[in-house]
């Protein structure tokens, strides 16, 4: 059974358009992670998918009902953690999580031993009665999306939520998200981390202007980009805009003094690469080789895609 469908909403904004006519699901014991560029439509499609906003057109489905107005049984069933947080400055931390525990049902020993286990997940034991006002950007940042824990809810939507947290947390992040998916629980993750989108996902979009570029299975997307490398080079001076003639070496691309390519297959190719632009006098300035991600795995489909149409 899908937790979310949407058929083909469209959101409005005063500029323009925020969602152009859009359609997706999302399954459950799935996790999507939506990427894109700033302004691309995520926060404005989380917050469709969240229930805050409603769209303009088409039809949004959450948990089985429509997902604005949401019934207040389904709003029990989700959680969620936007990039802005909804704190009390001068409550502590212990007292802002045992209030969102509350409003989602939990009482008692077991709202108790939820709270403390939470902060303890989040490192934030030590602080836990301090005002949320002394907390670090960071420390909020954890605070806001172990609210949205506590009643381990069947969709879980979370906007940005690498941003500003330490790396412990968030590979703790990713190993309750997975946990979730084998229970069966969703989660709708959006972020501009490919990377950790990438261990985190079963599923990702790519948004450009309100649009889906591209989709697909994350294990799939990454298999598609293989053994595969991104090299940016930084030269002394320009004019190597003809493609070098090298095993290994895809879509070479000179701007100015920069050259970028992706490389396949042996770990000598960047050394010949280096070798060729030398022997035509350039003078390289810096270099950089990394493995592709996710985001660009996702770029390369949208560039498939235009080139069969």
């Given at each position: 059974?899908d937790t979310i469908i949407a058929e083909n909403i469209v959101r409005?904004?005063?500029?323009?358009?925020?969602?152009?006519?859009?359609?997706?699901?999302?399954?459950?014991?799935?996790?999507?992670?939506?990427?894109?560029?700033?302004?691309?439509?995520?926060?404005?499609?989380?917050?469709?998918?969240?229930?805050?906003?409603?769209?303009?057109?088409?039809?949004?489905?959450?948990?089985?009902?429509?997902?604005?107005?949401?019934?207040?049984?389904?709003?029990?069933?989700?959680?969620?953690?936007?990039?802005?947080?909804?704190?009390?400055?001068?409550?502590?931390?212990?007292?802002?999580?045992?209030?969102?525990a509350r409003q989602y049902g939990l009482t008692g020993s077991a709202?108790?031993?939820?709270?403390?286990?939470?902060?303890?997940?989040?490192?934030?034991?030590?602080?836990?009665?301090?005002?949320?006002?002394?907390?670090?950007?960071?420390?909020?940042?954890?605070?806001?999306?172990?609210?949205?824990?506590?009643?381990?809810?069947?969709?879980?939507?979370?906007?940005?939520?690498?941003?500003?947290?330490?790396?412990?947390?968030?590979?703790?992040?990713?190993?309750?998200?997975?946990?979730?998916?084998?229970?069966?629980?969703?989660?709708?993750?959006?972020?501009?981390?490919?990377?950790?989108?990438?261990?985190?996902?079963?599923?990702?979009?790519?948004?450009?202007?309100?649009?889906?570029?591209?989709?697909?299975?994350?294990?799939?997307?990454?298999?598609?980009?293989?053994?595969?490398?991104?090299?940016?080079?930084?030269?002394?001076?320009?004019?190597?805009?003809?493609?070098?003639?090298?095993?290994?070496?895809?879509?070479?691309?000179?701007?100015?003094?920069?050259?970028?390519?992706?490389?396949?297959?042996?770990?000598?190719?960047?050394?010949?690469?280096?070798?060729?632009?030398?022997?035509?006098?350039?003078?390289?300035?810096?270099?950089?080789?990394?493995?592709?991600?996710?985001?660009?795995?996702?770029?390369?489909?949208?560039?498939?895609?235009?080139?069969?149409?």
């Open positions: 059974m409005l904004h005063g500029t323009g358009r925020g969602i152009e006519g859009m359609s997706l699901s999302v399954g459950a014991g799935q996790c999507l992670g939506i990427l894109g560029a700033n302004g691309s439509g995520k926060t404005t499609l989380t917050r469709l998918v969240a229930g805050l906003d409603r769209a303009d057109r088409g039809r949004l489905f959450v948990l089985g009902g429509p997902a604005y107005p949401r019934a207040r049984q389904l709003r029990h069933r989700c959680g969620v953690a936007l990039d802005t947080p909804a704190h009390w400055d001068s409550l502590s931390g212990r007292q802002n999580l045992w209030f969102f709202l108790s031993r939820r709270v403390d286990e939470l902060l303890c997940q989040a490192d934030l034991t030590a602080q836990a009665d301090d005002p949320v006002a002394a907390y670090s950007f960071g420390m909020r940042r954890k605070l806001s999306i172990i609210e949205a824990l506590p009643h381990d809810p069947d969709l879980l939507i979370l906007d940005e939520p690498s941003a500003n947290v330490d790396e412990a947390f968030l590979e703790r992040l990713v190993q309750w998200v997975r946990q979730r998916c084998e229970c069966g629980k969703t989660t709708w993750v959006a972020d501009n981390d490919a990377d950790w989108i990438s261990r985190t996902a079963t599923h990702a979009i790519l948004l450009s202007n309100g649009r889906i570029l591209a989709e697909g299975e994350v294990p799939e997307l990454m298999a598609s980009i293989g053994a595969r490398n991104r090299i940016d080079i930084l030269l002394e001076q320009s004019g190597f805009g003809s493609r070098p003639k090298i095993d290994g070496v895809e879509a070479f691309h000179c701007d100015r003094n920069r050259i970028t390519a992706e490389l396949r297959g042996s770990p000598e190719t960047p050394v010949e690469l280096v070798r060729w632009i030398t022997s035509r006098g350039g003078r390289v300035r810096s270099m950089e080789v990394r493995s592709m991600t996710l985001y660009e795995a996702l770029m390369r489909r949208t560039t498939q895609q235009e080139n069969k149409q």
